[in-house]
């Protein structure tokens, strides 16, 4: 418009031209400007110079914001990968080690079974079991943890198998204290492994409300499975 009008406060070489080569002329100064290149072969002359200065600072802000966000949404896309494959990982180490746990008590099973002695070295690995299953069951609110629900949300499937490792682990306690008691092992004399045995309940008490508040499935049969299990053995410890 001002080139237009008053040649004065316009940018130089563009009075005498046609409309659209005025037009096309422009855009290629605005967009020498914004870019910083300032070939110097069209000058602003006048209140030109302002509108100049104006748009190369409007453009710099605008360029680096367009990178900020861009490095932004990359380090989010990155972020949401990590935390997927971190979480992915917690849940195959939960199930892994409640496995490893139940082959603990399999062992223990098999020795009462075979009518061996239980000597000091078996009742640790009792109590080293329990205790580790402690660990697990603590791990599990984890991953629906509500600042980054967004970022990774367990699926019915893979709650129905967590949800399974810990009812096969309570079974095989069960079939555990049975066994002994069938043999007459008292096993509640063993001060270290019956404390970590009521350790690793409690922490079910305390998780499972937890899990079943945060969980896309909360009124599965199997929370209420588990927990009627870990109140029965919970009582029976006592």
Do not use: C
Not at 135 to 163: M, S, T
């Amino acid at each position: 418009v001002l080139a237009a009008s008053h040649s004065v406060h316009s940018i130089t070489k563009l009075a005498d031209m046609d409309v659209v080569t005025r037009l096309l002329n422009s855009f290629y100064f605005s967009l020498v400007t914004a870019t910083s290149l300032g070939y110097g072969d069209l000058v602003p002359v006048g209140f030109s110079k302002a509108v100049a200065v104006t748009q190369a600072m409007l453009s710099l802000l605008i360029f680096a914001i367009f990178v900020a966000k861009l490095v932004s949404r990359r380090q989010d896309v990155t972020l949401e990968e990590v935390h997927r494959m971190t979480s992915e990982g917690i849940f195959y180490n939960i199930r892994q080690g409640l496995f490893l746990v139940r082959k603990d008590f399999d062992l223990l099973i098999h020795r009462v079974e075979s009518g061996k002695a239980i000597h000091e070295h078996e009742w640790e690995i009792l109590t080293t079991a329990f205790l580790q299953a402690q660990n697990l069951v603590e791990e599990i609110p984890n991953l629906y943890n509500g600042q980054h629900h967004d970022l990774y949300i367990i699926d019915e499937k893979r709650e129905k198998l967590l949800l399974e490792a810990i009812s096969r682990t309570f079974r095989r306690i069960e079939k555990l204290l049975n066994i002994m008691e069938s043999h007459h092992i008292k096993w509640k004399e063993q001060s270290e492994a019956h404390e970590e045995l009521l350790g690793l309940l409690t922490i079910i008490d305390t998780s499972m409300p937890i899990w079943r508040e945060r969980s896309p499935t909360p009124r599965s049969q199997m929370f209420d499975d588990v927990m009627k299990r870990a109140h029965a053995l919970h009582g029976r410890v006592k």
